[in-house]
């Protein structure tokens, strides 16, 4: 037994290791801000905030962006926080890691009714200055902590004999993603429940394949429905 999960520890620290080696994944990330990635894992700690905010916002111009992300406001809100509860908040997400999303529903690599097609009318261009706007607007937040014990226990602890490492080492410890210059585990802490519940069971069934490696697929598979309600409402609470 004790030899079985020494194994499996094993192998989640090599896709661990091989998720790290990946961050400027070429093919999602053609043009974009090698840069500031590349220096950011290695001293976040003695940067300063305002060297933060521009990590996290990436290559584009917020300002431009504002004007640009017109077309985005009716669903996620002026400043990223939609009231729709599927219409994921964008406040503060890493500007990547939102560029990466649009391209992958315009390759449909990720796909959903509303959003492809409204990915399919954003040039390359405006995608970086859009994601600019909305990673620097003020981080999202949920309404009140849920208390949900079961979804807390799941968030901060791994279950090895289902393969599940706990959400928080790569999301953070309250969700919020690791550092400023790691774009590659976004921000769900304070995330709609509605949003998360649905995004989780696309990765359980595999109508959403588009994380690095198939991390999260591999994450959420043998987790219950009921676990993943759980697990939904601690985090949108954070
Ligand atoms: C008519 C409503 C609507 C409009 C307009 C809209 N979106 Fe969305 N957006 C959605 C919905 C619904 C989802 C969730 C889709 C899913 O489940 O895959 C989404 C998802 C996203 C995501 C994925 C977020 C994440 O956390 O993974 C990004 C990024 C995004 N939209 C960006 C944009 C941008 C940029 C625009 C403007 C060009 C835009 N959206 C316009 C409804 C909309
Ligand atoms: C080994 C690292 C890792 C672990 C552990 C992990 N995740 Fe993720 N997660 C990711 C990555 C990478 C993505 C981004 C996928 C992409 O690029 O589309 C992601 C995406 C997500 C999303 C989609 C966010 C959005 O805005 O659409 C949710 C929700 C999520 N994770 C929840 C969880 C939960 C809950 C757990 C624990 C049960 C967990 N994750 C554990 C790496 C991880």
Same mark, same amino acid.
């Given at each position: 037994?004790?030899? /079985?999960?020494?194994?499996?520890?094993?192998?989640?620290?090599?896709?661990?290791?091989?998720?790290?080696?990946?961050?400027?994944? #070429?093919?999602?990330?053609?043009?974009?801000?090698?840069?500031?990635?590349? *220096?950011?894992?290695?001293?976040?700690?003695?940067?300063? *905030? =305002?060297? #933060?905010?521009?990590?996290? &916002?990436? %290559?584009?111009?917020?300002?431009?962006?504002?004007?640009? =992300?017109?077309?985005?406001? !009716?669903? $996620?809100?002026?400043? !990223?926080?939609?009231?729709?509860?599927?219409?994921?908040?964008?406040?503060?997400?890493?500007?990547?890691?939102?560029?990466?999303?649009? /391209?992958?529903?315009? =390759?449909?690599?990720?796909? $959903?009714? @509303?959003?492809?097609?409204?990915?399919?009318?954003? *040039?390359? #261009?405006?995608?970086?200055?859009? *994601? =600019?706007?909305?990673? %620097?607007?003020?981080?999202?937040?949920?309404?009140?902590? %849920?208390?949900?014990?079961?979804?807390?226990?799941?968030?901060?602890?791994?279950?090895?004999?289902?393969?599940?490492? /706990?959400? +928080?080492?790569? $999301? !953070?410890? %309250?969700?919020?993603?690791? +550092?400023?210059?790691?774009?590659?585990?976004?921000?769900?802490?304070?995330? $709609?429940?509605?949003?998360?519940?649905?995004?989780?069971?696309?990765?359980?069934?595999?109508?959403?394949? +588009?994380?690095?490696?198939?991390?999260?697929?591999?994450?959420?598979? /043998?987790?219950?429905?009921?676990? &993943?309600?759980?697990?939904?409402?601690? @985090?949108?609470?954070?």
């Amino acid at each position: 037994m004790l030899q /079985r999960k020494t194994i499996i520890s094993a192998c989640l620290t090599l896709v661990a290791v091989l998720l790290s080696t990946a961050v400027p994944a #070429a093919s999602d990330n053609p043009s974009s801000q090698p840069s500031a990635q590349a *220096s950011a894992g290695q001293q976040p700690a003695d940067k300063t *905030s =305002a060297d #933060a905010a521009k990590l996290r &916002i990436g %290559s584009g111009d917020p300002v431009a962006g504002k004007t640009k =992300a017109d077309l985005c406001f !009716g669903c $996620h809100g002026e400043d !990223g926080n939609s009231m729709d509860p599927q219409s994921p908040k964008l406040a503060g997400q890493y500007g990547a890691y939102i560029a990466k999303q649009v /391209r992958n529903y315009q =390759a449909t690599s990720r796909t $959903h009714q @509303i959003m492809s097609p409204m990915a399919s009318t954003v *040039s390359d #261009a405006d995608l970086a200055d859009i *994601s =600019a706007y909305f990673a %620097s607007q003020p981080m999202m937040k949920g309404d009140a902590p %849920s208390g949900n014990q079961l979804g807390k226990k799941l968030f901060e602890n791994d279950d090895l004999s289902r393969m599940m490492v /706990r959400c +928080n080492s790569c $999301h !953070g410890t %309250s969700g919020k993603g690791q +550092n400023p210059g790691n774009p590659l585990y976004p921000v769900i802490g304070g995330q $709609h429940k509605a949003y998360l519940y649905g995004q989780l069971l696309n990765f359980k069934n595999g109508v959403r394949n +588009n994380s690095n490696g198939g991390v999260m697929n591999i994450t959420v598979h /043998r987790l219950s429905d009921a676990e &993943i309600d759980a697990l939904a409402d601690y @985090i949108s609470g954070l």
